[in-house]
């Protein structure tokens, strides 16, 4: 759908997932920077500013907060950049069922320190991730745990796959790039799907459903640190208290 303004005469706007996305003349229009300047996720803002660092940025959309901008953190180096973050785990405390999804949304960090720290806020927005990706099907997403870009990986959904889905269903996932010696094991560390929301103590988890709840994100569970994540690595290195964990979309 393309609009035209008469004011500005080569102004167009493209609604996407709920977002106009607009650009100008002066070349800083949807940068994120401000509130005034939101673009809509991490991904496109990384597109058209190429230059674009880690940090905070103003996205909006018209399906999240009645389409007032909001603040988010933005890796804009690993594997060329573009990833919104929608979940930082560095708690065992506080977690349930519905805040697994929403938590903190106005968001608690200032800078990549408080990001990457262990003593800051828990952090969601899975809930708002199936407007941020940047389509239906064959968006990334991206996992790691302890330090940025270890015990995790970068997957692409190849199906419309949803951040909220509620069964263990969506398993048509690739894994692109692998951060770590891990191996993909049933039950007891990291398996093939994309992580579902469930109503258990393993509440965003990769776990089949079936038995042990290893490979979760979020648990309501105070026995882990935070969660309980990688007890069998397949040959590879075990990391069953990861101590923080992150979840990207682009």
Do not use: C
Request: glycine share 10%; net charge neutral.
């Amino acid at each position: 759908m393309i609009f035209f303004t008469e004011n500005l005469q080569s102004q167009i706007s493209t609604a996407y997932y709920g977002f106009s996305h607009s650009s100008s003349a002066s070349g800083s229009s949807n940068n994120g920077l401000t509130s005034a300047t939101a673009s809509s996720s991490a991904y496109q803002i990384k597109q058209d500013f190429p230059n674009s660092s880690d940090g905070l940025y103003w996205i909006s959309n018209n399906n999240i907060n009645g389409g007032i901008p909001f603040q988010i953190y933005a890796d804009m180096t690993t594997d060329g950049g573009g990833w919104t973050l929608i979940m930082k785990n560095s708690s065992k405390y506080g977690w349930n069922y519905s805040n697994a999804i929403a938590l903190n949304t106005t968001i608690p960090f200032s800078n990549t320190s408080d990001v990457i720290s262990t003593s800051t806020a828990n952090y969601s927005i899975i809930q708002w991730a199936d407007y941020i990706k940047r389509s239906d099907s064959g968006f990334q997403y991206m996992i790691d745990a302890t330090n940025r870009n270890s015990y995790g990986g970068i997957w692409t959904a190849n199906e419309n796959y949803s951040f909220t889905n509620t069964n263990s269903g969506q398993t048509n996932v690739t894994l692109n790039t692998k951060f770590g010696n891990w191996n993909y094991v049933s039950e007891n560390g990291l398996m093939q799907r994309m992580p579902w929301y469930r109503n258990h103590y393993g509440i965003i988890t990769l776990d089949n459903g079936s038995g042990n709840w290893w490979g979760t994100l979020i648990t309501s569970h105070h026995g882990w640190n935070p969660s309980p994540y990688i007890n069998n690595a397949g040959g590879g290195q075990s990391n069953p208290n990861p101590g923080i964990i992150w979840y990207w979309v682009r």
